[in-house]
């Protein structure tokens, strides 16, 4: 129990230093010509989406390594599972309000706002399937296929909302560097508190450790 209490709050300590390296991050870029200190705000959404689809990939890598008959991935392909919709619900509300004070308006037909209400959607469907069957390679073998389908969707689908790649196009070391802090920060909070998630079976039973 000491070890599990000590990397308990090491994973803590992880999120909060996170925080505050992406707090930092987002404030040391600079306002932009055209959007001002808006450019944050969209920074942090492109950022947040990065490590969503970051984590949407890892679930449904280690659902794969489950089906294969790896049977210890699949609290992991379920701690990650877990923390990807949250998080795209989080970041579904950003690009809706991004679009909104960025356009004035909410195009709802617009090519990748209708494919993130879709990965909603269908990661939604996999959960509740997981909560309802006590069947896991299918939410398992789901999420190989929801991770396929981001990724394919995300090469084909015309950008309308924001040109490809604005961060890197603007050859700013600021925003780059600003932009990869938040990318960065993002990412260690995401995987200390998807420990967190995987790890709560063994907590609550200290024996199995």
């Known amino acids: 129990m000491p070890l599990v209490k000590t990397t308990r709050t090491a994973l803590y300590a992880a999120i909060a230093i996170a925080v505050v390296g992406c707090a930092v991050s987002i404030l040391s870029i600079p306002p932009d010509a055209r959007l001002g200190t808006m450019v944050r705000f969209v920074m942090f959404h492109g950022a947040s989406t990065w490590v969503n689809m970051g984590t949407f990939t890892l679930a449904g890598v280690l659902g794969i390594a489950y089906v294969l008959g790896a049977k210890g991935a699949v609290r992991w392909a379920e701690a990650f599972r877990w923390f990807s919709l949250p998080l795209w ?30 990965i909603l959607a269908a990661a939604i469907v996999i959960l509740a399937l997981q909560l309802i069957f006590d069947h896991p390679k299918v939410p398992a073998a789901l999420d190989a296929l929801l991770a396929g389908t981001l990724w394919y969707l995300v090469l084909v689908l015309p950008n309308l909302f924001h040109p490809d790649s604005p961060v890197f196009s603007s050859g700013d070391p600021a925003f780059i560097v600003g932009f990869f802090g938040m990318v960065g920060s993002i990412a260690v909070a995401a995987l200390a508190i998807v420990i967190l998630v995987a790890r709560r079976g063994s907590v609550e039973q200290p024996t199995s450790e």
Do not use: A, H, K, Y
Request: charge should be negative.
């Open 89 to 118: 619900v989080v970041n579904t509300v950003l690009g809706i309000l991004s679009m909104q004070l960025l356009w004035g308006g909410i195009l709802w037909d617009e090519p990748r706002l209708l494919m993130t209400f879709g």
